[in-house]
């Protein structure tokens, strides 16, 4: 089953992006491993929203 990226989903994997390059730009790697958790729970999140999404989608289309 190909499950269509949401908008929502995008604006997830964006931020995730954004913070992935923030982290690699660290000296200090304590806080570029916290910004790289923050990325990876963004991605799940994208992952989630996805599914849930597209959830939703299949039951309005299914009330028709």
Known sequence: ?????SQR?????????TL???AQTMTDSAIASQIKA?????ERRA???SYVD???AFA???ER
Request: charged share 30%.
């Open 1 to 5: 089953m190909m499950v269509q990226i």
């Open 47 to 49: 992952d989630k929203a």
């Open 38 to 42: 923050l990325a990876d729970e963004y």
């Open 60 to 62: 309005k289309s299914a």
């Open 9 to 17: 989903a995008k604006a997830y994997l964006e931020t995730a992006r």
């Open 20 to 22: 992935l390059r923030a």
């Open 54 to 56: 597209a959830a939703k």
